[in-house]
């Protein structure tokens, strides 16, 4: 992946600090980042999402990503992904995600460069969106959120530790994509 903006995935199942992560590189680097649509849609919705509504839901998390990588210059930071998108389809409505939403996220997964895997080694925040805050669901989302990527051998650095250890490996990993020969 020469040239171009470089497209940087805060990833990770919930309450690993990904949103905050994602809006403090964009402070530190200077550059945009894209917030994770379905929050916005969950508060319009009242927290009533239906199968019916992936597609929806899709479609914003494609235009946040899309206006973000528009007003970059080096690198764009995404608070979750179409990806993520999916694996939320698939655990909490099985079988209701859109064959295109699969195909489309698949795509966009090929333009990343880097994928930040938050662990769940802190403690989970309590929030009306989460779904898993036991022991054995965290397990769970951490599981599949890390085959995602290995399955498809996509590149990933972890990130784990404190709040401030988490931003430290982040910007560290950042930096080196940054100064990798063809940024």
Do not use: Y
Not at 47 to 75: C, F, P, S, W, Y
Not at 130 to 150: C, H, T, V, Y
């Amino acid at each position: 992946m020469s040239g171009g903006v470089k497209r940087v995935v805060v990833f990770g199942t919930e309450s690993t600090g990904k949103s905050t992560l994602a809006e403090r590189l964009a402070e530190r680097f200077g550059e945009p980042w894209s917030e994770e649509f379905v929050r916005e849609f969950w508060e319009i919705k009242e927290g009533k999402i239906t199968g019916g509504d992936l597609g929806t839901i899709a479609l914003g998390q494609m235009a946040n990503e899309d206006h973000a990588v528009a007003a970059a210059r080096r690198v764009v930071f995404f608070d979750t992904d179409l990806l993520t998108c999916t694996l939320w389809d698939d655990v909490l409505f099985p079988g209701a995600c859109p064959p295109w939403v699969r195909a489309e996220a698949e795509e966009r997964t090929r333009r990343v460069a880097l994928w930040l895997l938050c662990d769940t080694d802190v403690p989970f925040e309590p929030d009306p969106q989460r779904s898993f805050p036991d022991a054995n669901g965290r397990a769970r989302g951490r599981k599949i959120w890390r085959e995602a990527l290995e399955r498809r051998g996509l590149p990933l650095v972890e990130i784990s530790g404190t709040w401030a250890e988490r931003e430290q490996f982040a910007v560290a990993a950042v930096q080196k994509l940054l100064d990798s020969p063809g940024a």
